[in-house]
Every structure is written in structure tokens, then in C-alpha cells.
């Protein structure tokens, strides 16, 4: 049982911000937290038996990349991305997202979804095809935007697989906490109290790389050759790790992009948000300027020669979102309606899943998000935004390390990690007690309990379990025995909340969308773009 009233020392304790008044009344509104509203991206690359990246196209079997609701793919042709729609429910969720899994794997025949964040075996990162919308406008477009990437940022960089988990609160929650009357004349107080979770979420996110992160080690073969300033271990086969990383995929090898550091980017108010965004997608840059946007030969290089193509190039680890309408820019959206939910992308794929992701690391992430919404969260310049880099990258490349430090912000002064970790799950666990009030159960608490031992015991983290399995076995074959397990187990499982009949459906009306698409086209590609740009 978490030990509540350990003396923690007065100076850790200090680096979380006092949220013991929110909590206290969180624990008189229980009902403010009932109708929690959730939603998973999870993304796999499919592979062959040998652990090989596959060469085949989307299956058509899973219908229309471009229009299905549950499966698309991401980068390339082989990265799959499986969505499920907001639902209020964990385990239904939860169900919803497997039996994803348990039709794409009977679909897949002999093909295998990789279990790793970080990709599989790549011999030629030029073979990877970029994934095809087919030939409406919008399609065409989506595969321009990859064509950019792989130009801006290389193939390889983009095969990387995560999890991004998207929460909102309910209404009755910010009617409880700030008095908002309904939605609409609440905007501007609701998107206030989701700034305040992101800035939090900069300041103390490095928690979930902590607990969660699994991509403390690669393929070689994920370094095409290149060299690597990092002090790689090495199995001498096709394995390089950090010995205390947690998340390499959240590092300058992984998933970012340190060019975006420049954009000015802050969470202050969502008009300085949207401005900092919208000017990214409109100031050329040096670099992909002298790119172009086509090649001698009249082929098209990139969208346009900005900073960014367009607003999902920006890679950060959070994101305000509303859902947009059809070709709505998601910054219109958020100038329209205020933030309607957050996207969390910092969670690695979970190895230990068959999904990538469990209830335990669902029930966290409630806890923590809504922590960020409670805690007193300052204003931060892009600056301050930058300097919380310095921890997170800290944590992802030698989290695990004896007496590791933080700091927060900015701030010089350190902290003991494990610490500061405890003194945050002494809260969350106060929060946990409410949200098991309503539910009538303790799963909550019991998460409190078994995750805030990763602190004292950094081997109970996923980086640590994943890296002794990879230091035994190597990436590769680690790799292959999760994925072929994991390939059994979902084609033997009978579906449990989508029917056969639906999926069938979807493949069909996807297809016909696409097709409906195609035909209904009137501008061409240039004059689209072009429209596009506005
Ligand atoms: N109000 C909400 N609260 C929580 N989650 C939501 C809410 N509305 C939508 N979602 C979830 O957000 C996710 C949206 O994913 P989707 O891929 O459809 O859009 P996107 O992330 O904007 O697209 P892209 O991945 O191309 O950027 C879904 O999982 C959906 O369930
Ligand atoms: N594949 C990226 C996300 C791609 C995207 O921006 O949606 C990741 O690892 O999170
Ligand atoms: N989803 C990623 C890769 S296509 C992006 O939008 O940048």
C-alpha cells in the first residue's frame, strides 16, 4: 500500500506544485469526473515471419485507407494505424481496440503486427513505400505530405510506431470547477483549463516515458550507417541499447524533430497557440526552399517549401485538439470551438500488450491528465517550453540511472527523480480514491500502488523488462516471438464487440467513399493545393 504518510523531504516535496485545495475539492465533486471521455491511435508495422518490414500493399480486405473510421495506415503502406472512436468506457474501449487487432490479424494471413515502437529490420529504407490514398485530390495530397517527410526527414525516422491517447473531461467538470454554463459560452474557460494540463504535462509529463517508455534499445539497422554521439551497448548482432533508456523513440533519434524547436510554439493562451502554428505552415524555410517543391523532372518533392507542410508536421508530445470538420484545419477547429480534447503522444508501443496498451497505462494517464488540470500551471515562454526538453530527454535516455535527478522548468535546482515521482503519486493517489468512489471499485488505487514501485524499483519499469528480454534474445527475435505470439492469441479470440458484419461494412463504405471522392473531384491537383493553401 502506498506508504501516504512517508515523510518526504520538504524540498522534494516543493517541486510538485500544492494542489491539496483542488484535491480536496475534487474529493467533494466526485461526480465532476463521471463521463471521462477517451479515444487510442495505435499504430504497427506489419512484418514478415522473418521480422522483415512486409512488401505487400494495405490489404483491400481492410477496405479504403482514406475513408475507413478504425484502420488506416500512417506513414507508409505497411504502417498501420488503428483508431477507435470516443468512447467513456475502459474496457469497452479497450475490447473495441482488440477486436481491431483480432480482424486485421486474420486478415494479415502470414504477415505479423511488430510489437516495437522502434521499426523492425529495414535493409533499404528506399523501399519503404509511402502510403497510398489513391487518386482524389485529398489523396493525393495525404501522399504528398509523406513524399515531404520522407524528403524533410527521411523514411526510417517515420516508421516509428506509437500510441497517442486522447482525453477530455466532461462538461459537468468545468460547470463544477469553473462555472461554466455549457460549452459553447464555456469555450474560452475550458480551453484555459486544457493549456493548464499541457503546461503541466511539459513540466512533469516525463513521468510516462518513466513508467511506460519501452524503446530503450534498436535495431542496427535503424542507424542506416549513421553515426551516433550515444554510448550504445551492443549484442553485437542486430541490438543497440542505453543501459538505463527508456524511450529512445521520444529522443533526437526518434519521433522529434529539433528544427521545430524554433516556431515559437506556446500554450498560454489558444490564440497565441494558433498564431505560433499557423505561421509555421507559412514561413518558408531556408532548408526545404532550396529543396523545392518539384524536382527537374516536374515531380512533386513536398506540399510547399514551409516549416512546416501543414499542421500535423508539428511533432510535439502534446497536442489541443477538436474534432474538425470536413477540410477544416485543425487550428480553424480550435478557433471555432475551443479545445474539445487533448492528444497525449508520448506513450511507446507496450510490448507487453497484444494492443500496445493496457487498462493500467489508460488509468494512469486519467489520473495524471487530470492532476495537469488541477495543479497550478504558471504561464511559460517558448523558453521555458524548450528548457523542459532538457528533463524529458534526461529521463528517455538514462531515466533508470541510480540517484537520477530532474529539475523542473527551468529551474537549476535538482530534485531527486524518485522523489519528486513519489511525492506526484501521493496525489494521484487522493485522486484515484475519487474516481474508484464513483466506479465502486479500487482499480485505480491498485494502479497508484503498483506503478509508484517503479520509483524504488526501477526494474518494474516496461524499458527495464523489455531490454533484459532484448539483451537475451536481441531485437529481432524478441521482435518475431511477441509478434507471433501475439498473432495466435488474437486469431483465436472470437470478437467480443464489433461483428464481422460491421467490419464488413466499413471495408465496403470505405471503398465507396474513396471512390465517391475520386469522382466528385473538379479542381486539379495544382488548383486544389493551391486552395488548400489559402
Ligand atoms: N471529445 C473527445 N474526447 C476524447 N477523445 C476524443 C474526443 N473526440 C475524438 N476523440 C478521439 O480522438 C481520436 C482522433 O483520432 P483521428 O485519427 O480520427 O483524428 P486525428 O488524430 O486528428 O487525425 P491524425 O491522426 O490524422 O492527426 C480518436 O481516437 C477519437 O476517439
Ligand atoms: N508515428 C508517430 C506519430 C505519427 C503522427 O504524427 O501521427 C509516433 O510514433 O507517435
Ligand atoms: N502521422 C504523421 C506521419 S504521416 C504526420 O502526420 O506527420
Redesign the pocket.
Known amino acids: 500500500m502506498l506508504n501516504k504518510n512517508k515523510l518526504l523531504s520538504q524540498r522534494e516535496v516543493n517541486v510538485i506544485p500544492d494542489v491539496s485545495k483542488a484535491l480536496s475539492w475534487l474529493e467533494a465533486h466526485p461526480n465532476a469526473l463521471k463521463g471521462i471521455g477517451r479515444g487510442i ?1 495505435r ?1 504497427t508495422l506489419r512484418v514478415k515471419p522473418d521480422g522483415h518490414l512486409a512488401e505487400s500493399g494495405h490489404p483491400d480486405s481492410l477496405g479504403s485507407a482514406l475513408k475507413h473510421d478504425w484502420i488506416t495506415t ?2 507508409a503502406e505497411t ?1 498501420l494505424e488503428f483508431i477507435t472512436p470516443v468512447d467513456q468506457n475502459i474496457d469497452h474501449m479497450l475490447a473495441f481496440l482488440r477486436d481491431i487487432h483480432r480482424h486485421v490479424a486474420r486478415e494479415l494471413a502470414e504477415e505479423r503486427m511488430w510489437p516495437f ?1 522502434m521499426p523492425c529490420l529495414i535493409d533499404d529504407a528506399d523501399r519503404i513505400e509511402l502510403a497510398q490514398y489513391g487518386s482524389s485530390n485529398i489523396g493525393r495530397m495525404k501522399t504528398l505530405y509523406r513524399q515531404g517527410l520522407k524528403n524533410r526527414y527521411g523514411a526510417l525516422m ?1 516508421t ?3 500510441i ?1 491517447y486522447n482525453f477530455s473531461l466532461p462538461l459537468s467538470f468545468w460547470q463544477e470547477w469553473a462555472d461554466v454554463k455549457d460549452a459553447e459560452s464555456g469555450k474560452e474557460t475550458i480551453s484555459a483549463g486544457y493549456l493548464r494540463l499541457i503546461r503541466n504535462y511539459y513540466r512533469y509529463g516525463w513521468v510516462i516515458p518513466y513508467l511506460f517508455g519501452a524503446s530503450p534499445a534498436i535495431s542496427s539497422s535503424f542507424l542506416q550507417g549513421r553515426e551516433s554521439k550515444l554510448p550504445f551497448e551492443t549484442d553485437g548482432k542486430d541490438s543497440l541499447w542505453l543501459p538505463y533508456a527508456t524511450s529512445l ?1 521520444l529522443s533526437d533519434l526518434g ?1 522529434t524533430n529539433k528544427s521545430q524547436s524554433g516556431l515559437g510554439i506556446t500554450f498560454n493562451s489558444l490564440e497565441g497557440y494558433v498564431k505560433a502554428l499557423k505561421a509555421a505552415i507559412k514561413t518558408p524555410s531556408e532548408e526545404y526552399a532550396a529543396m523545392g517543391t518539384k524536382d527537374a523532372d516536374g515531380n512533386w518533392l513536398q506540399l510547399n517549401t514551409n516549416v512546416l507542410q501543414i499542421e ?1 508536421e508539428l ?1 510535439a508530445p502534446i497536442r489541443p485538439k477538436r474534432v474538425t470538420r470536413s477540410g477544416e484545419a485543425p487550428s480553424d477547429a480550435l478557433l471555432r470551438g475551443g479545445i474539445e480534447y487533448i492528444e497525449v ?1 508520448s506513450l511507446d508501443i507496450n510490448p507487453f500488450s497484444a494492443i500496445g496498451v493496457d487498462a493500467n497505462q489508460v488509468r494512469f494517464l486519467d489520473l495524471f491528465l487530470i492532476w495537469c488540470t488541477l495543479a497550478d500551471a504558471p504561464e511559460m515562454s517558448a523558453d521555458e517550453l524548450l528548457c523542459t526538453r532538457k528533463n524529458w530527454n534526461r529521463v528517455v535516455l538514462e531515466g533508470r540511472k541510480p540517484n537520477q535527478k530532474i529539475s523542473v522548468g527551468c529551474s537549476e535546482t535538482e530534485h531527486s527523480l524518485v522523489e519528486v515521482g513519489k511525492a506526484l503519486f501521493a496525489d494521484l493517489h487522493r485522486v484515484a480514491e475519487v474516481l474508484d468512489s464513483n466506479q465502486g471499485s479500487t482499480q485505480y488505487q491498485q494502479v497508484c500502488d503498483q506503478l509508484v514501485a517503479s520509483f524504488d524499483d526501477p526494474e518494474l519499469t516496461y524499458s527495464a523488462r523489455i531490454l533484459q528480454a532484448i539483451k537475451e534474445s536481441g531485437v529481432t527475435d524478441t521482435g518475431i516471438a511477441l509478434a507471433e505470439q501475439y498473432r495466435h492469441m488474437l486469431c483465436e479470440e472470437p470478437l467480443e464487440v464489433i461483428s464481422e458484419e460491421d467490419f464488413t461494412r466499413q471495408a465496403l463504405e470505405s471503398v465507396a467513399a474513396q471512390k465517391k471522392l475520386e469522382e466528385g473531384d473538379t479542381l486539379d491537383f495544382e488548383a486544389y493545393l493551391a486552395s488548400r493553401e489559402g
Do not use: V
Open positions: 491511435e499504430e500512417d506513414f504502417l515502437s517515420q516509428i510506431s506509437g497517442h523513440r519521433y500535423n511533432y503522444r
